[in-house]
Structure formats: C-alpha cells, structure tokens
C-alpha cells in the first residue's frame, strides 16, 4: 500500500520560531510532492510544491526533498499564530493520484 | 472568482436518499478530482475524470458512488441511497494536467446524513 506518513502532533512552537513539519513516503514512483496547509473546517490550500531534490524557498516557507531517503519536509521561519492549521504532505505519481498523510497540526502561541 | 467551485457547501440528506455534488475546474483546467475526508481523518482520493473521462476510479466505493464530467457543465458526483457513514466533507480539486503540476481545491461540501 502507497503511503505517506506525518507525525499527527500536536507541534507547539512559540511564535516567531521556526516550526519544521515532516513527511515520509513509500512510493517510490512518487514524482512530485505538495504541501497544503488546511484550517479547521476549510478546504486545503496549496503552500509550496517540489519535484526535485533540495531546497526550495518561497517566502517564509522551504520545502525539502530527500528522494533518496523519500522524506519531504516543510520549515516555516518567523511562525505566526495565523500559521496555526494543519498541514497536510501528499506525494503524486504519474497517475495524478494526490496520496496525502494524515496531517500534522500546528500550534503557535503567542 | 476563478477558482474552483462547489456546490451546495452544505448538504444534508436522510438515509437512502441520493445526494448529487457540484463541481465546476478552474478556468483552464481540464482534469477534476474528487476527494473524501471524513471526520478526523485524512483526504482520501475518490476518482479522477477528464471532459467524458473517468481516468481513475480506484478509490471509489464499489456500490453506491459513481462520478461524471461531461462535455457541458460541472462534473458530478452521485451517492445513491445515502447511509450514516456517508456523512463527510468532499473536496474537487483541479489542475491543468501532469503529474508536476498541483491540484487546486474547491471549499468543499458537506454532507450529513440524518
């Protein structure tokens, strides 16, 4: 069975640390990864993708990609108490499946 | 608002009626998916359509459930003789094709079953 797995938390960090959310997965045909950040009783809203291995920053958000290791993670720098949500990692092969973990659910407090 | 669009955003039907889900892509995108997510757990995948094309139906339920994108109009997903376990969010989500690029999500719509 094609997985991603995610720590569920809770992850409390105080704000204006860093927060570090990471991600696992076993598909290895999984060709690109998405992380979207989702509020309580909304839709998911898509934060960053990757396809390749490194580093990609995007404001204060970097995601990481480690195909080797199949291990995706997402820092998010200077965390605000609005960056409190759940984040949810998923993997897509090349069937355009989006695969998602179970979501790890971020504190930050004032 | 381009986005894309679901409706109705809330839904509430009684055990064995059907339940009839809206979703139209956003402007451009041409592949439209369904996604399940029931309480406190995670999205799961549901079906995969393009215009007249179920692509990928794998995570569909075997009975019940069917899905549709047609030609004209939104694509639709149909719960028939609805149960208490049914009672979910369901999200579309749509992208413009490949596997490289990210799937966009609808608000949702929300199902109860009484």
């Known amino acids: 069975q094609k997985e991603v797995e995610q720590n569920s938390g809770p992850l409390s960090v105080p704000e204006g640390a860093i927060a570090s959310l990471n991600c696992t997965y076993s598909d290895r045909g999984s060709q690109s990864f998405f992380w979207y950040r989702q509020y309580s009783g909304k839709s998911p809203e898509l934060i960053m993708s990757?396809?390749?291995?490194g580093d990609k920053e995007d404001g204060r958000f970097t995601a990481q990609l480690n195909k080797a290791s199949q291990y995706v993670s997402l820092l998010i720098r200077d965390s605000q108490p609005s960056d409190s949500a759940t984040y949810l990692c998923a993997g897509n092969n090349a069937g355009n499946m989006l695969t998602f973990g179970g979501g790890t659910r971020l504190m930050v407090k004032p | 608002n381009a986005g894309v669009m679901q409706n109705p955003r809330h839904l509430v039907r009684r055990r064995g009626q059907e339940a009839r889900l809206r979703c139209s892509p956003m402007k451009g995108h041409s592949h439209v998916y369904w996604y399940r997510q029931l309480p406190e757990e995670g999205l799961k995948f549901m079906v995969y359509?393009?215009?007249?094309?179920?692509?990928?139906e794998s995570g569909m339920p075997k009975e019940r459930f069917s899905a549709e994108f047609p030609k004209e109009g939104p694509s639709i997903l149909r719960i028939q003789q609805v149960v208490r376990g049914d009672s979910a969010a369901y999200f579309c989500?749509?992208?413009?094709?490949?596997?490289?690029?990210?799937?966009?999500f609808g608000d949702g719509t929300r199902l109860s079953i009484l």
């Open positions: 989500a749509s992208s413009p094709g490949t596997a490289y690029q990210p799937q966009h």
């Open positions: 359509l393009q215009k007249e094309n179920i692509i990928d």
């Open positions: 990757i396809y390749s291995n």
